[in-house]
């Protein structure tokens, strides 16, 4: 059934019309360039309504056609690219000492990606929203210039942040119950745009699910190593936030009642044991003291310095017991180690893959390997973009403007 988009629609037609635009995109999106009949064949639509459906993608500027063209049997099909161009989606990270800000258009090629710091450690949550919105609205801005729609705005934050954008604690920022993304809203002065709040681990493992090397990969969990540890988790596809957004606090599972205190005020907790604090000789230090300390590390390590290789060692082990947990718990088939342990995974790997091995009761640890992240710094920033393009993926389509 072929109808205009300006017909009058009752409801649940133009919702199932909208579902289609989203499966037709994603499909153009994992198999570009490729034809109507290769879209059709691909998502079980009739032809048809695939070339409805294209059309109407073409209007929006989400895909064009491409001069080239691919014979098959029969007449030459014109081959079709997603464009996005006129579409940028927003991410944002708050850290300790920075904020990040990166913009991408819709296939994902990278707008801008700007760092500025920002003393998160020692401000309010009222202060960082000013700062967000100001480096947001500076954004906006340069996509105006650029005749590019803004589909969104996600940003990340160290703590727990409830599904309603609401953050509960954020231990490293000393904020408990702000109400980050209503503020950043109002700040932003309702822009037009949806704006999220979401927990920085949740986001880095959109950024690997949608621009990491192992992207597509349906089960994947991505461990922030930061000054705290967590975890964002990717299960059949989809990322997995619990009853109440909480899933992934694994700096806080004990691994050793006798271990160092953890910053939480209990015993032995992975963070403690496994996190940068373990590492470092003076582990209270401000993340620049900890970046030139991590440097110093990184030299000794490579060195063969015996007293750094056996810290590294013992880290390892105990990050490796954290891993397998998630590997007996989940089944991930990647484990993906961000921020400070990527410097160090040459020398945390073995040990992590070691401890892998031997306490996962699956077979050959359930197929999980353990990489570092190459992402590098803004994981989290990229995946509020990346947050933004999934909700586009999945419905929430820009109307023609
Ligand atoms: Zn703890």
Not at 14 to 38: F, G, K, W
Not at 61 to 85: H, I, Q
Not at 160 to 178: F, I, N, S
């Amino acid at each position: 059934m072929i109808t205009s988009a300006t017909d009058p629609q009752p409801a649940d037609f133009a919702d199932v019309r909208a579902t289609n635009l989203a499966v037709v995109l994603r499909s153009v999106r994992e198999h570009a360039p490729c034809s109507r009949a290769d879209i059709a064949l691909s998502t079980g639509l009739n032809k048809a309504t695939v070339s409805s459906l294209v059309a109407d993608l073409i209007d929006r500027r989400l895909v064009r056609e491409t001069g080239l063209t691919e014979n098959r049997v029969g007449r030459p099909a014109t081959m079709l690219v997603l464009d996005g161009s006129p579409y940028a989606a927003i991410g944002v990270e708050i850290n300790v000492d920075h904020v990040i800000a990166v913009a991408v258009d819709l296939s994902g090629e990278r707008l801008l990606s700007w760092r500025r710091s920002f003393p998160g450690a020692t401000s309010t949550a009222a202060q960082a929203v000013a700062a967000v919105a100001a480096i947001v609205r500076r954004v906006v801005n340069r996509m105006a210039r650029e005749e590019r729609q803004v589909l969104g705005l996600a940003v990340g934050v160290p703590g727990l942040v409830g599904t309603d954008g609401t953050v509960r604690v954020a231990p490293d920022l000393g904020w408990r119950d702000a109400d980050v993304c209503g503020d950043l809203t109002k700040a932003l002065r309702d822009p037009g745009f949806p704006v999220r709040v979401d927990n920085d681990a949740n986001l880095a493992a959109l950024a690997e699910h949608r621009f990491g090397p192992r992207a597509g990969t349906a089960n994947l969990v991505y461990l922030t190593g930061e000054i705290g540890v967590g975890a964002g988790v990717v299960l059949d596809g989809r990322l997995r936030r619990g009853g109440q957004g909480y899933v992934g606090e694994i700096g806080h599972i004990q691994l050793d009642p006798l271990g160092a205190e953890c910053r939480c005020g209990r015993l032995g907790c992975l963070e403690a044991v496994a996190g940068i604090g373990a590492v470092l000789e003076h582990p209270a230090l401000s993340p620049a003291e900890v970046e030139i300390e991590l440097d110093e590390v990184v030299r000794l390590a490579r060195a063969a310095d015996s007293r750094t290789l056996s810290t590294l060692a013992t880290v390892g082990h105990n990050l490796g017991k954290g891993v397998a947990m998630i590997a007996n718990l989940l089944n991930p088939e990647v484990v993906i180690l961000g921020g400070y342990y990527v410097p160090l995974a040459p020398w945390l790997l073995p040990a992590v893959e070691a401890e892998l091995r031997g306490r996962t009761i699956a077979p050959d640890a359930g197929g999980c390997q353990v990489v570092a992240s190459t992402l590098g710094y803004g994981a989290a920033a990229l995946g509020g973009a990346a947050q933004v393009l999934d909700s586009v993926d999945s419905s929430r389509l820009p109307r023609v403007s």
